[in-house]
């Protein structure tokens, strides 16, 4: 399989910016660990879901915008972000960051996402 890094960025993050739990775990293999930031792994379908969908309740809306990624090996994507939350009293906060994924086929197995999202909550 060849994969192109950069059209599977893009639907990945399109799938992270519907919020949609379901179009978003498509991208994971079942047995998946997701890493955001300093927060404990989330583990499989179901920890994805809890962690992830707990983030969401607390933000309105989140884009992404891919501003590079490249493919070392075809196993692994390494990207960077800027991605805009949308806190839930409206304000929009863009923030940096950078991912590293270990594909399975066209499926991430292992998602590692160095970001401080702290400003997003921030009083």
Do not use: C
Request: zero cysteines; aromatic letters at 12%.
């Amino acid at each position: 399989m060849s994969l192109d890094a950069h059209d599977w960025l893009s639907r990945f993050t399109k799938a992270i910016d519907t919020r949609d739990l379901d179009q978003l775990l498509r991208f994971f293999t079942p047995d998946a660990e997701f890493t955001y930031g300093n927060n404990p792994p989330m583990v499989g379908h179901d920890g994805i879901r809890a962690g992830i969908g707990a983030f969401f309740a607390g933000i309105s809306a989140i884009s992404h915008e891919v501003v590079g990624g490249y493919s070392p090996q075809e196993s692994v994507i390494v990207a960077e972000f800027r991605t805009t939350y949308t806190r839930l009293d409206g304000v929009p906060v863009t923030l940096p960051g950078a991912g590293v994924l270990e594909l399975d086929g066209e499926r991430a197995r292992l998602y590692r996402v160095y970001a401080d999202v702290a400003p997003v909550f921030a009083p």
